[in-house]
């Protein structure tokens, strides 16, 4: 039987709660429709909302399409992508390979499609590619849970005295944002910039610190 497009999303909104369960993650499903989410996770502490895709594979490289198009009484039919103030993240299950992905809102906010490279391509190309290994589920949760609890125990040092709360707050602030070397490589703009607002981008390549990104003075 021909999976229709309600068949793949449910299929893929499925195995990604299945999978989040499995890491022990808390799965929230919202009660009303037409939500740009599909599910919430918890993760650390934090409440994500997670739109949930289905996608498939060709020639070694995963599509993910994400427009999405309504119809208005005075404007037609308008195709619409996802931002921040809709979505955290995206959740991608290739229905060919039986794998899921998390990747975070700055890779797909206000694009229409996203590619998640598996091997090396043939012209050796490697900026701007989106490497599948970066994004497998367990692997960009525990990347996630990581950050988290480093912010949090900085940021529950001490409540004791304002004093103590505002150094803890700038503290925190200084907690290095870690991002692999591939995905630092192809959103160098969005880590730029906040890094000039202050923030820490440490680099890692193959788990090891590779190099820092760090405010001005």
């Given at each position: 039987m021909?999976?229709?497009?309600?068949h793949k999303g449910n299929a893929a909104e499925l195995a990604i709660a299945a999978e989040a369960a499995r890491l022990g993650l808390s799965v929230l499903k919202p009660?009303?429709?037409?939500e740009r989410y599909d599910l919430v996770l918890g993760v650390a502490g934090r409440l994500l909302r997670v739109q949930c895709?289905?996608?498939?594979?060709?020639?070694d490289v995963i599509r993910v399409r994400l427009s999405t198009s309504y119809h208005s009484p005075t404007r037609g039919y308008v195709k619409a992508t996802y931002c921040a103030e809709e979505v955290d993240a995206l959740a991608v299950y290739c229905g060919d390979l039986g794998r899921i992905f998390l990747l975070p809102i700055e890779l797909f906010a206000g694009r229409s499609?996203?590619?998640?490279?598996?091997?090396?391509?043939?012209?050796?190309?490697?900026a701007a590619l989106n490497w599948a290994t970066d994004y497998e589920f367990p692997g960009a949760v525990a990347q996630l849970?990581?950050?988290?609890?480093?912010?949090a125990e900085v940021r529950g040092s001490s409540p004791l005295s304002?004093?103590?709360a505002t150094d803890?707050?700038?503290?925190?602030?200084t907690v290095?944002?870690?991002?692999?070397?591939?995905?630092?490589?192809n959103h160098f703009g969005y880590y730029l910039e906040r890094a000039s607002e202050g923030g820490e981008i440490l680099v890692e390549r193959r788990g090891k610190p590779y190099a820092r990104l760090c405010p001005p003075g």
């Open positions: 021909e999976r229709t497009s309600n009660l009303t429709e037409h895709k289905w996608a498939s594979s060709t020639d499609t996203v590619y998640l490279r598996l091997t090396e391509p043939r012209n050796k190309q490697r849970e990581e950050r988290c609890h480093g912010m304002s004093t103590v803890a707050a700038e503290t925190a602030a290095p944002e870690v991002v692999g070397a591939h995905r630092f490589r």
